[in-house]
């Protein structure tokens, strides 16, 4: 979830219903039912979707890191396009967006809005997990059930 949700190109799925996040708590049911004998039952799958959302949160903001740093001179050019194509900024806003400073600040909203919306969404993922691989259970053996009472 979370480097699917960093990566260029692949990210543009989390805008079609946060594909990747709901998908990382779907995937996180299926492996905790796979890990039980007994069926999961919702509130477990949204704790682990939950927890699968916080996690993958945190896998984005590692990733997210080093793949700035690498954009830094394709933005830094993209900047200097738009800023000389007669874009009306103020010289303190244009300051701003050359620093680094405003490639941090972005990683550290980017990161708090993916703890946040991962963390709902992927518990809505894990939910529909829950329920999409929830395992029958069979019905007691017949000579284990108590005699009719007349």
Sequence with gaps: MGVLSVLPLINAANVCCCLWVISGGVV???????????????AEGALVGLLAGVVGAFVY???????AVLMIPIQQRLLTTVMNSGA??????????????????????????MLVAGAIFSTLGGVIGAAVF???VPPPPAADLPPPTP
């Design 28 to 42: 996180a049911a299926y492996v905790l039912q796979q890990n039980q004998a007994a069926s999961v039952t919702p």
């Design 61 to 67: 903001l590692v990733f997210s890191i080093p793949l």
């Design 88 to 113: 009306n900024l103020p010289p303190e806003v244009r300051g701003f967006m050359a620093s680094r400073a405003a490639a941090g600040l972005g990683i550290v909203v980017q990161f708090i809005f």
């Design 134 to 136: 929830r395992k029958q």
